[in-house]
């Protein structure tokens, strides 16, 4: 991530970065430790039960208190990142390929594909996104993989957009002209020349749509429609809290603090990473 | 002007069209024979899967089947729910109401509560900007499942002041308002303060300032109107996030309503009802965005003159 920020910035005058997008990118340091070694933070493992002590609340022994069957609740949220993040990564990655190959098709691949391609995004930008996503998942079922492929469909579009509108601009540029002048191949040119360029805006528009498409992955999740239980996932261990909520508030609670500073530390870093692009000022 | 509402229709039929191939396509990419698809998991008698094959044309060939699909649709007809024993159209019809008036109060809701705010608090004093800021950062980010459950959980169960499941009138609908409404007050707000810091820079306004308006009156009789017409572009986007929100809000307030019904359908593999929903929802938008074209009218009188 800190090479991006130096590639973006360079040469521009700089954004200093406010205490909160320190803070921000503390937070997500963590969150992407609790992913990838999820036993460094926390004690123990998401699924040991212990039934005497059930639907206790926050103490020492058990920061966060325990759900209905007696597990640690912050033991969950730990061990729930991994999936939470991957969702949203994973259906951010594959919207970025998915709308950066249409984005150059419709830029380069003449007038008749351009305006089949704009078409068809315009249409899918217009159906209602979640809408979409519960068609997808209704054809293929519930389950992690599908709940990105549903996400991915949906956003796809508007990185094709914006690819698209970034290559039209950037084909006409001093440097493309020269490229192609120096008689390079057109392959050559656009992967080398055209799309590093493209890229810039498209990382600062993934960045920020991160936490949108987390957001929407944990909805579908809460709604039963993601990884099953008893995998410890936030929206689905949100759900599950829901139940006991006038007794043990901290069992849905928690899950929700963990998905909102997520995504809102996302949204900050993002948004850090806009203003750098955009040469530091705003 | 006439060339614009012909491209306006042009891309609405688009949109409409788009809908009904997404689900066909679903359909056909759906495992397993369509017919046991569209039948979902009820049982049927023979008579009334010989039935089903001979309205859908599934024993012709696929270009058929796709013309009977898009005939059907064109007149109206949505297909029929094996499983709920009746027909989408009336299935959703019976549900669209409630969603309808869910998702009209949030956008009332979302305009007046950001055009307060983007008027009272652009160009003041740095607090004031950056409480209204952090506040519109967090609503974004927040999810509206989670937001809906604590309002349900401090409103509803500990306060008792609002009805925990259904109810009539505004005191039922109230809490889901203020669930689906959030992210986009918060993020019309924060546009549409953006747009009137911009516009307070122009001359104009100064002008208006040098002949004694005071500051809200220029506030409001002469930069609001400008920091409208961005978000008008918004609402027709905003729409579509707000069918999307619906859909958790309405089972956690136990709330009638297309996003139960589509809940309802995505679990029980009721495939005809979801592609009624997507189709109905592609009209919506087309609707919305047919009202919109004619509020930019309202807002920028200079484009009552192109007409």
Known sequence: MSTAVITIGAGRPRAVPRPGVWAAALFLTVVTVAAIAPGVVAPGTPDAADALAALRGPSPAHLLGTDANGRDVFTRIVFGAAPSLLAGLGATALAVAAGTALGLLAALGGRVLDEVVMRLVEVLLALPTLLLALLVITVAGPGTLNVIFAIALYTAPSYARLVRAQTMVIRHAGYVEAATSLGLTRRRIILRHVLPNAFAPLLVLATIEVGTALVAAASLSYLGLGPQPPAPEWGAMLSAGRDYFSVAWWIAIFPGVAITLTVLSITVVGRHLRRLAEGGTS | ????????????????????????????????????????????????????????????????????????VLRGDLGQSYQLHESVASAIGAQLGASVQLTASALVFAVVVSTTLAVLTARRARWIRGLSSGLELVGVSIPTF?????????????????????????????????????????????????????????????????????????????????????????????????????????????????????????????????????????VLYVVVNILIDLLYLVVDPRLRGAA
């Open chain 2, 146 to 282: 989670w937001t809906a459950i604590l309002l349900l959980t401090v409103f509803s169960f500990q306060l008792g002041w609002f009805p925990a499941a259904g109810g009539d009138g505004f005191s039922g609908l109230f809490l889901p308002m203020i669930a689906v409404a959030i992210p986009i007050t918060t993020m019309l707000t924060q546009m549409m303060r953006e747009n009137l810091e911009l516009i307070l820079d122009e001359p104009f306004v100064l002008t208006a300032r040098s002949r004694g308006m005071s500051d809200l009156g220029v506030r409001l009789k002469h930069a609001l109107r400008h920091a409208l017409v961005p978000a008008i572009t918004l609402l027709g986007w905003v729409v579509g996030l707000l069918l999307g929100g619906m859909v958790a809000v309405e089972q956690i307030f136990s709330r009638q309503g297309i996003g139960q019904l589509t809940l309802a359908a995505v679990t029980g593999k009721d495939l005809p009802v979801v592609m009624g929903v997507v189709l109905i929802t592609a």
């Open chain 2, 1 to 72: 002007m006439t060339r614009r509402v012909l491209t306006r229709l042009g891309t609405s039929l688009l949109v409409l069209w788009g809908a009904v191939t997404v689900s066909f396509t679903a359909l056909h990419l759906t495992p397993g024979n369509v017919a046991d698809v569209l039948i979902g998991s009820s049982i049927v008698t023979p008579e009334v899967r010989a039935q089903i094959i001979a309205d859908y044309g599934l024993d012709r060939p696929l270009p058929v089947q796709y013309a009977t699909y898009l005939g059907r």
